[in-house]
C-alpha cells in the first residue's frame, strides 16, 4: 500500500545530488582520483540544509522517517550521513508526545473503574499503554467499588466473557447478588481479591489488566495494613 505523500516536504524540493558533485552547487561526494580509500565526505548545500531543518520540524515520527527517507533516495546518502549533519546543525527531534489536557484527565478519572482501558484509548485517540501510564502517574484506582459484574471480570482478567460467566456459576468468586438488569449479577471486590489468591491457575498473569491488577494486590495490602 502506498504511504501518503507529505503536503508540506515535496520531493521536487530537493536538488538532484547525483547531477550536482560541485559542492558549491549542490550535494555531492568527494572521491580521491588515486591511493587507499578515504572516508567518504558529503557535501551539504544551503538549500540541502534548509530542506533538512524542515524535516525534522515534521509533525510526527512517522512522517520524519518519511522526510529522512525522500532524502536518502534523492542524495544516495546513508541514513546516518544524514542525521550526522543534523546533529552538526543542532537539530534534534521534537517530543511528539502529545500532552495531556485537564478534559482527558477528567475524563480518564470517570471512567477508569467502569470501562477498559482499550475502550478509554480509542475514545480519546491514545494508546493503550498511554492511558494505563496515565492512570497510574495520577494514581488513579481502577478498583471498582459497586461490585464486578461478568463483563468487567473480562476485561480485567483478559479473558472470554464465557470464562468470565463460568467463575460465577462455579462459585469460584463466592457469593453473587443479583441487582437487575444485563449486568445486574456481580460479586464483590473482596471475593475477586480471594479468587485472585486462591485460583491462580484460573488466569494468565500476562493478560489481565497490569494497573488493576497492581491497584487491586497492593492496593488491598496497603489498606489491609492500615487497618492491622
Not at 49 to 70: F, G, T, W
Not at 89 to 97: A, E
Not at 143 to 157: E, I, K, P, V
Amino acid at each position: 500500500m502506498p504511504q501518503a505523500r507529505d503536503a508540506n516536504f515535496k520531493e521536487n524540493q530537493l536538488p538532484n545530488a547525483s547531477a550536482h558533485l560541485d559542492g558549491n552547487l549542490g550535494a555531492g561526494e568527494e572521491q580521491p582520483s588515486s591511493g587507499p580509500p578515504t572516508r567518504r565526505k558529503y557535501f551539504w548545500t544551503p538549500e540541502l540544509n534548509a530542506v533538512l531543518i524542515e524535516a525534522y520540524q515534521a509533525p510526527s515520527k512517522r512522517v520524519l522517517s518519511q522526510r529522512l527517507s525522500k532524502l536518502v533516495l534523492q542524495t544516495g546518502w546513508p541514513r546516518p550521513a544524514i542525521r550526522y549533519q543534523a546533529s552538526l546543525l543542532g537539530i534534534t527531534t521534537t517530543d511528539h508526545r502529545r500532552e495531556w489536557t485537564a478534559e482527558e484527565d477528567d475524563y480518564l478519572a470517570e471512567r477508569i473503574g467502569e470501562v477498559s482501558a482499550s475502550a478509554i484509548a480509542d475514545h480519546l485517540k491514545r494508546s493503550v499503554p498511554s492511558v494505563e501510564s496515565r492512570a497510574e502517574r495520577l494514581q488513579m484506582s481502577r478498583r471498582r467499588s459497586g461490585g464486578y459484574c461478568a463483563s468487567d471480570l473480562q476485561r480485567c482478567f483478559g479473558v472470554s466473557y464465557s470464562r468470565a460467566d463460568s467463575w460465577l456459576r462455579r462459585g469460584l468468586l463466592g457469593k453473587v447478588h443479583q441487582f437487575g438488569g444485563v449486568n445486574g449479577n456481580r460479586v464483590t471486590e473482596e471475593n475477586v481479591m480471594r479468587f485472585i489468591r486462591n485460583y491462580p491457575r484460573e488466569y494468565d498473569l500476562r493478560r489481565v489488566d497490569q494497573v488493576w491488577f497492581v491497584a487491586m494486590v497492593f492496593g488491598r495490602a496497603a489498606d489491609e495494613g492500615s487497618t492491622a
